[in-house]
């Protein structure tokens, strides 16, 4: 069992930056995938990154490569969204999610807990 809380979310100026921290407590946390995944108003959910359990691979959506990092640091059970450059379609309930068996997937149904989500806010 893996319970996750998110935090970091707020208003951001478009251009500005924000680091979503998602605090995990069970024992499998530091052998599980780790995901991102964003939800709009009107809009599917839909994933934004993931990192295997060791940490040294990492994958993410076309839309935020290259804008957005995740990480983890599984002394702390935390793993972390860094968004730098941020868009006002950025704007979403971003959760994170985790898969004791997997190495990192994009696909929603493979991850097995959830956050509450935590609203990210774009202003143009």
């Known amino acids: 069992q893996v319970q996750l809380v998110e935090s970091g979310g707020g208003l951001v100026q478009a251009g500005g930056s924000l680091r979503l921290s998602c605090a995990a407590s069970g024992r499998t946390f530091s052998t599980s995938a780790m995901g991102w995944f964003r939800q709009a108003p009107g809009k599917e959910r839909e994933f934004v990154a993931a990192?295997?359990?060791?940490?040294?691979?990492?994958f993410y959506a076309n839309s935020v490569k290259g804008r957005f990092t995740i990480s983890r640091d599984n002394a702390k059970n935390t793993v972390y969204l860094r968004m730098n450059s941020l868009k006002p379609e950025d704007t979403a309930v971003y959760y994170c999610?985790?898969?004791?068996?997997?190495?990192?997937?994009?696909?929603?149904?493979?991850?097995?807990?959830w956050g509450q989500g935590t609203q990210v806010t774009v202003s143009s």
């Open positions: 999610a985790a898969d004791p068996y997997g190495s990192g997937s994009p696909t929603i149904t493979d991850y097995d807990y």
């Open positions: 990192i295997n359990w060791t940490g040294r691979s990492t």
